[in-house]
């Protein structure tokens, strides 16, 4: 099914290229809404992102959904990077402050907070943090492939990955706590 | 502290991957929207604008010459039919019998050849009716279907009144050697404008008509001399011969 959907979009056929759209454009908003912070950006990543992959689908070989589904997304965070390296969005990040910083050895309370709570915990992270922690734990990536992408040395990336983890574990007690409260 | 790390990055992991294909909830996102950007942003639609630019213009240009056809048309108003006015007016049947004789149209052999003996009713009812299908009429087969007077009918006088003098006018209306005009032109004159009138009057009665005529136009019974060339330039004074008579001796 998604193959032929792919051979048409291959063809510049618009229904194949709307109904690939629509099949993937919600859960790619999603990940666009992680990177950037506000929900216009998200937008126009999101838009920019399908605009390079039809135009780069001729060169793009289906074996099955999930390989599609790994090369949009790939699309997407890369159009996210770049969007935010060209709003400056990503701050100078250098190691020495992140060594300072680690996490907590205080064991994680017994989450009862909903999947958009959290997500939106991590959308409070800054954006040097979230970044790297989104790369890292989320997508994948290697360390290196982080520094690569965000042109930073690997301990840059390691550090800013600790103090995320470090930040977002704060939060995520504040939070517990602050629902406990309204609970009682 | 590892442990603890790997704890949080599962939290999220499993946050992230129980989230449903859905916007965020309270977000304004709207995926069609979105959609039609990329859509015209994919499939620009400069060759159809193109396309309808050149439509347009074609359009415009079919318009602007049918208007000036028209605008032509209307200001020259119909210049055939001034054209075969002046003509009625100017032709007499000589040259209406040289026309036709010159002629070589088919269809004006043909009726003449059927026998038709056009009285100029019979040739205006006739136009009348072809003038629908014919609207230019040829100057030919006009002209001889007109130029044939009819012959005046002959009124029987009674019995009764011939012993008594009378005089009968015939009041004639001059075959229209209109034949040339077009159909159109005809077809307005009432065909009963060429019956034959034959007022009887009285010889008394035709008497005092006369008298009145006579009295109206008093010019009639002056006489010209002359040939009426005569210049109105200031004629030379006459040079008087002086004959001085010889003295008889």
């Known amino acids: ?184 | 502290m590892k442990q603890s790390s790997e704890d949080i990055d599962q939290v999220v992991r499993q946050a992230f991957q129980s989230l449903p294909d859905t916007p965020p909830p309270g977000s304004a996102f709207d995926a069609q929207r979105v959609w039609g950007q990329l859509n015209r942003e994919l499939h620009p639609a400069k060759p159809a604008r193109r396309l309808a630019g050149w439509w347009w213009l074609a359009g415009m240009l079919f318009l602007l010459s049918g208007l000036g056809w028209y605008v032509r048309s209307v200001s020259s108003g119909s210049p055939s039919g001034h054209e075969t006015v002046a003509l009625v007016e100017r032709a007499t049947p000589k040259q209406l019998n040289t026309s036709t004789s010159r002629s070589g149209n088919k269809k004006a052999k043909e009726q003449e050849g059927e026998g038709n003996t056009a009285t100029p009713e019979t040739a205006l009812l006739k136009k009348a009716s072809t003038a629908n299908r014919q609207p230019v009429v040829t100057r030919n087969q006009s002209a001889q279907e007109n130029i044939r007077i009819p012959e005046p009918p002959v009124t029987e006088i009674p019995a009764a009144m011939a012993d008594q003098e009378m005089v009968v006018t015939t009041e004639v209306s001059p075959p229209e050697p209109a034949s040339v005009s077009e159909p159109k032109v005809l077809a307005k004159t009432k065909p009963t404008a060429s019956k034959l009138r034959f007022p009887v009057v009285h010889v008394n009665e035709w008497q005092a008509e006369e008298d009145v005529k006579t009295s109206l136009h008093r010019s009639e019974r002056l006489v010209r001399l002359g040939t009426g060339s005569h210049s109105f330039d200031t004629p030379e004074p006459p040079q008087l011969q002086i004959t001085i008579p010889q003295r008889i001796k």
Not at chain 1, 77 to 105: S, Y
């Open chain 1, 1 to 184: 099914m998604d193959q032929q959907l792919i051979e048409q979009c291959q063809r510049g056929n618009a229904f194949a290229q709307k109904r690939l759209f629509d099949q993937y454009a919600n859960r790619f908003y999603r990940v666009c809404l992680r990177y950037v912070r506000h929900e216009q950006e998200a937008e126009e990543v999101l838009m920019n992102g399908f605009l390079k992959a039809f135009r780069a689908i001729s060169d793009f070989a289906y074996r099955d959904e999930a390989g599609l589904e790994a090369w949009l997304r790939r699309i997407m965070v890369n159009e996210a990077l770049q969007h935010l390296r060209a709003t400056r969005g990503l701050p100078a990040m250098f190691p020495e402050e992140a060594m300072a910083m680690e996490p907590d050895t205080a064991p994680l309370p017994d989450s009862q907070l909903n999947a958009e709570a959290i997500m939106e915990l991590v959308r409070q992270l800054p954006t040097g943090y979230r970044t790297v922690f989104n790369l890292y734990v989320l997508e994948g990536y290697s360390h290196r492939e982080i520094a690569g992408q965000l042109n930073i040395s690997d301990n840059t990336s390691k550090s800013q990955l600790s103090k995320a983890r470090a930040l977002l574990q704060e939060l995520l007690v504040k939070q517990e706590h602050e629902a406990k409260l309204r609970r009682h």
